[in-house]
DNA sequence: GCAGACTTGGAAACCGCTTTCCCTGGAGGT
DNA sequence: ACCTCCAGGGAAAGCGGTTTCCAAGTCTGC
């Protein structure tokens, strides 16, 4: 590997100098050494050893983002959003999938730390167990002594800058617009409990009809992807509406009424939460709640970045898309 | 930020057995010494720095991927495999996305070998361009000269370790499944000329049909997503049977026909190409070639920490699926 | 023509960790 | 007992950069 001393020598210049030229200093150095430096450099194929330079600097460019299933279309767009964001900023990017296991989760911020990454995103639900969210803490904690930065997208249970999706309002509002198309009896499929923003969707859903004094729904719970949705539909009563806590989950109950010959929105309607991209074209075509994905990885990353040190949640509103899923009751 | 020297303080040791002790060394170190050194990390809140780690010896335990678009679930699916892979290996992953540019991935290349990852995977379709793809042997070469590895999933143009999908036997076994259902009127759409995955499979579906006796297809060029798929449907002619070269522009194109009220597959047949799993619950269900991406991936990122320096290039077989998107003929 | 303010180049300290090399003390062999 | 070996501990030399601190010009303005 060519070093830098290399390229000095044989640029005839001191280290100093060379690395001056190479690595943008504030530092002016003549033209003509200059010259000399970036022909030697190119020369040689000089490539500058990042891992020095982070160590002679204090800083790295890279950040972190950790996410829980790279293949889950709804992770992919907030890691997309990030990662376009950092790009833009000069940043590498080191991605982390935890697969839902929040140890990996803890593990992965302590790994960042000794990477000292200069950010690190926490992406995706949080966890309803104190102990856990305890120790995810102390390791942020930990991070952020040692002058790092980090921001989340989910819940504000982290004490760190976050983008929180309105789950419990956006629930809420669909809620009352299924209520408004005439539907009176709803099933939840519900997610996992421990799963906060499962949780949240589904209580903000219960809650508003509750409030429009409709009896409560079905609540089914079960994992929170398609063949848990797939899963979760077949245990569905005699509800006329079901709200799935996410676009996966929907699809999955979708693929199930179309096997049992049940048609949607004829004989059930359906509707989800997240507006996936990837799903615009699924027939039918699914009512839910438009989160805008990639701005809120992007500004996650802003956040994280962001010198401030006050803590800022930032609370971002889901949109109700009313599509063919769901029907207008007689 | 607390460092090894602090510990090794805190425990009254040096500095040498308390790396012996943290950092897996061949070294022993007594149980009392080892007990302190540990006791003192844990309470210090130890985080060994891994770019000084690095510098010293050597070598990283980080691994580039540079994928064009993870929001695209072929990439993701891809990206997936390579990372659990590399997740069992104790390696960690920086992500690059180009976005479909070749400047990039050649920039990637040379920041990652900046940052002295352990390899590099290329992922994705090469560009018929010889001119850029000599500047990324070049990159390559440059880094591999430093001690990296690398692979590539797509064609075999690198110089390097390669898994190489089958596009132009899957196409043409497609063209003979199809064909075999008694079409004989084809279209293509074909993606962008200058992508060799696109372009290899039209060219092997066009060869099939050839050989078959049968009529070239009408080849519509265009962009290798579902917009492009979209307005490539657009323009078929009297074609019974549309090949997709991807399975994201044969929604688009379904998406097309749907809107002109043409069903498929009563008025026209249609398949794609790679079985994106996310898809699996399209209406109608797709007619594809399936890849086994996950594998790929992870077979991939195997091939490039592969010491041994013969480069071996794997093919890939494709499987025709065939399922509601395509019907036979009277 | 000269003091003082800028520039520009280089020597060397330092970033935090690994590892070689040297030293010491105790176990094992005869 | 004596000598050899070996295991465990520490000092110090890197790894490849950055940056501080000097020194030696180079310009200014009078």
Same mark, same amino acid.
């Given at each position: 590997?060519?070093?830098?001393?290399?390229?000095?020598?044989?640029?005839?210049?001191?280290?100093?100098?060379?690395?001056?030229?190479?690595?943008?200093?504030?530092?002016?150095?003549?033209?003509?050494?200059?010259?000399?430096?970036?022909?030697?450099?190119?020369?040689?194929?000089?490539?500058?050893?990042?891992?020095?330079?982070?160590?002679?600097?204090?800083?790295?460019?890279?950040?972190?983002?950790?996410?829980?299933?790279?293949?889950?279309?709804?992770? &992919?767009?907030?890691?997309? #959003?990030?990662? !376009? %964001? *950092?790009?833009?900023?000069?940043? $590498?990017?080191? =991605?982390? +999938?935890?697969?839902?296991?929040?140890?990996?989760?803890?593990?992965?911020?302590?790994?960042?730390?000794?990477?000292?990454?200069?950010?690190?995103?926490?992406?995706?639900?949080?966890?309803?167990?104190?102990?856990?969210t305890g120790r995810l803490r102390?390791?942020? &904690?930990?991070?952020?002594? #040692?002058?790092? !930065? %980090? *921001?989340?997208?989910?819940?504000? $249970?982290?004490? =760190?800058? +976050?983008?929180?999706?309105?789950?419990?309002?956006?629930?809420?509002?669909?809620?009352?617009?299924?209520?408004?198309?005439?539907?009176?009896?709803?099933?939840?499929?519900?997610?996992?409990?421990?799963?906060?923003?499962?949780?949240?969707?589904?209580?903000?859903?219960?809650?508003?009809?509750?409030?429009?004094?409709?009896? *409560?729904?079905?609540?089914?719970?079960?994992?929170?992807?398609?063949?848990?949705?797939?899963?979760?539909?077949?245990?569905?009563?005699?509800?006329?509406?079901?709200?799935?806590?996410?676009?996966?989950?929907?699809?999955?109950?979708?693929?199930?009424?179309?096997?049992?010959?049940?048609?949607?929105?004829?004989?059930?309607?359906?509707?989800?939460?997240?507006?996936?991209?990837?799903?615009?074209?699924?027939?039918?075509?699914l009512t839910t709640v438009r989160?805008?994905?990639?701005?809120?990885?992007?500004?996650?990353?802003?956040?994280?970045?962001?010198?401030?040190?006050?803590?800022?949640?930032?609370?971002?509103?889901?949109?109700?898309?009313?599509?063919?899923?769901?029907?207008?009751?007689?």
């Amino acid at each position: 590997m060519v070093t830098l001393e290399d390229v000095a020598k044989q640029a005839g210049v001191s280290l100093a100098t060379a690395s001056r030229v190479l690595n943008g200093s504030t530092r002016q150095v003549g033209a003509a050494l200059r010259a000399r430096v970036e022909q030697a450099a190119d020369e040689l194929g000089y490539r500058a050893n990042i891992a020095a330079q982070t160590l002679a600097r204090g800083a790295s460019n890279v950040i972190g983002i950790v996410v829980h299933d790279l293949t889950d279309p709804y992770f &992919a767009a907030l890691a997309d #959003g990030a990662m !376009r %964001a *950092a790009a833009t900023e000069g940043l $590498l990017v080191m =991605v982390g +999938t935890t697969h839902r296991d929040p140890e990996q989760e803890i593990a992965y911020v302590a790994t960042l730390n000794a990477q000292r990454v200069r950010a690190v995103l926490l992406v995706g639900s949080r966890v309803a167990d104190p102990a856990v969210t305890g120790r995810l803490r102390e390791e942020l &904690a930990r991070y952020q002594a #040692g002058g790092g !930065r %980090a *921001a989340c997208v989910g819940q504000d $249970l982290l004490g =760190v800058d +976050t983008v929180a999706p309105a789950n419990r309002a956006g629930a809420a509002e669909l809620a009352g617009a299924l209520a408004g198309l005439g539907h009176t009896r709803f099933a939840v499929l519900a997610g996992p409990p421990h799963l906060v923003t499962a949780a949240d969707r589904c209580a903000g859903f219960s809650g508003a009809l509750r409030e429009l004094g409709l009896p *409560a729904p079905q609540v089914i719970h079960g994992p929170f992807d398609r063949d848990g949705g797939y899963a979760a539909a077949q245990q569905v009563g005699d509800a006329t509406c079901v709200f799935a806590v996410n676009d996966v989950m929907a699809v999955g109950a979708l693929a199930a009424y179309r096997e049992r010959g049940v048609r949607v929105p004829e004989d059930v309607s359906v509707a989800g939460f997240d507006d996936i991209v990837t799903l615009r074209d699924h027939v039918p075509a699914l009512t839910t709640v438009r989160l805008p994905l990639k701005d809120m990885g992007a500004r996650a990353l802003e956040l994280a970045l962001n010198e401030e040190s006050e803590i800022v949640v930032e609370q971002v509103a889901g949109e109700v898309v009313l599509r063919e899923s769901v029907r207008r009751m007689a």
